[in-house]
């Protein structure tokens, strides 16, 4: 398959001089990106004036739609121009001169796998299209940065990159903005294949540039490579920007004062955690900490609390998901645990999985 480079925003230029007046050629402009067509997009096809002809179809599993005259047509994997051509020479069967004009009235949910650097790498799901008022623009959690900064009264707003790492739980202190990999499908016309191009985001967080926040379509893979050292200052950047949620779910158990579930800051460290859950009780005994990595692995770490050396292995920075345990009593800790793990929190995660972890 045709794997190569593409253009952030065209295929080809126009150049323009200092002038004020842009030439007509500027409105010739090809998206470097069109829309490829799949299940559960619906399409609005005009077949010239002959509005009889005219129809709204729905996208189905099996890639088809069904219009009059033609019948079912395999529409799977076409762009928008690519089906208006092919319906252009199917219909000259019936209409002279057919101008066929093919617009997508909805759009179908988009599925991104993001790789690398991010909380929560693995497939995402988002709207494939949202259309709201500025009213409710900054109430929208799905809102991109870059959307919400958009002045227009109502809009129909489009996934970027932002919105899918986002929805992958935010970056990391290792996270290199860099150099974001995006990796896609091409259309049929150029071979079909994969292609790709690399983004710089850092300018997003830092300054709000948004220039290469690109929409996002169906079936991108994004990866985003990890930097040999962290950066203290990238998360904070990140939950300002509202790429990072600003707080985590954390569990405390155990010998403390107020144990259970905990949402704590996403800049926290485990002794803020036992500090949000009343503090450590005397006779504690060792702390336990356990997290369940998103590649199946589990980090866990038996260890003395201590409130210095925050971020290091002791005292270390917290996740969404992590679990405490202060103490030494296995009886103790597994009554707790299994009083709250009928909470979703835990995910994939069973609860012999958990209590095994704890008590080994």
């Known amino acids: 398959m045709a794997f190569n480079n593409f253009s952030l925003l065209k295929i080809h230029s126009i150049e323009i001089n200092n002038s004020k007046k842009i030439p007509i050629e500027y409105l010739d402009q090809s998206p470097s990106n069109d829309y490829i067509i799949g299940p559960g997009d619906t399409i609005n096809i005009v077949i010239s004036r002959d509005l009889e002809l005219s129809t709204t179809a729905t996208v189905d599993g099996e890639g088809t739609i069904y219009v009059p005259k033609l019948n079912r047509l395999y529409v799977n994997g076409l762009t928008i121009n690519e089906l208006n051509s092919l319906l252009n020479e199917a219909y000259t069967k019936f209409i002279k001169f057919p101008e066929v004009q093919s617009v997508i009235t909805e759009y179908r949910p988009l599925r991104v796998f993001v790789d690398g650097e991010v909380v929560n790498p693995g497939l995402v799901t988002l709207e494939g299209s949202l259309s709201i008022t500025v009213e409710n623009k900054l109430k929208n959690e799905n809102l991109s940065f870059f959307n919400k900064n958009n002045s227009n009264n109502s809009n129909v707003y489009f996934p970027t990159v932002f919105d899918a790492i986002r929805a992958s739980g935010g ?29 710089n985001l850092e300018g997003l967080l830092s300054f709000g540039d948004s220039s290469q926040n690109i929409r996002i379509y169906d079936k991108d893979i994004i990866k985003i490579n990890r930097n040999k050292e962290q950066n203290q200052n990238l998360l904070s950047k990140a939950i300002i920007s509202g790429i990072n949620p600003k707080f985590i779910n954390v569990f405390v158990f155990g010998r403390v004062n107020d144990p259970g579930p905990k949402n704590v800051s996403r800049a926290s460290v485990l002794s803020d955690a036992i500090d949000i859950a009343g503090g450590a009780k005397t006779l504690r005994g060792p702390v336990t900490f356990i997290r369940f990595n998103s590649d199946g692995t589990i980090d866990k770490r038996k260890i003395s609390f201590t409130r210095n050396q925050r971020g290091k292995f002791k005292n270390p920075n917290l996740r969404d998901g992590d679990l405490i345990v202060v103490g030494d009593s296995l009886l103790t800790k597994t009554n707790e645990v299994i009083q709250e793990f009928t909470s979703p929190f835990f995910g994939i995660f069973s609860t012999y999985g958990l209590i095994k972890a704890i008590s080994d």
């Open 171 to 199: 970056i990391t202190r290792f996270s290199n903005l860099k150099s974001i990999q995006i990796i896609r499908n091409d259309n049929i016309s150029n071979g079909s294949g994969k292609k790709t191009t690399t983004l």
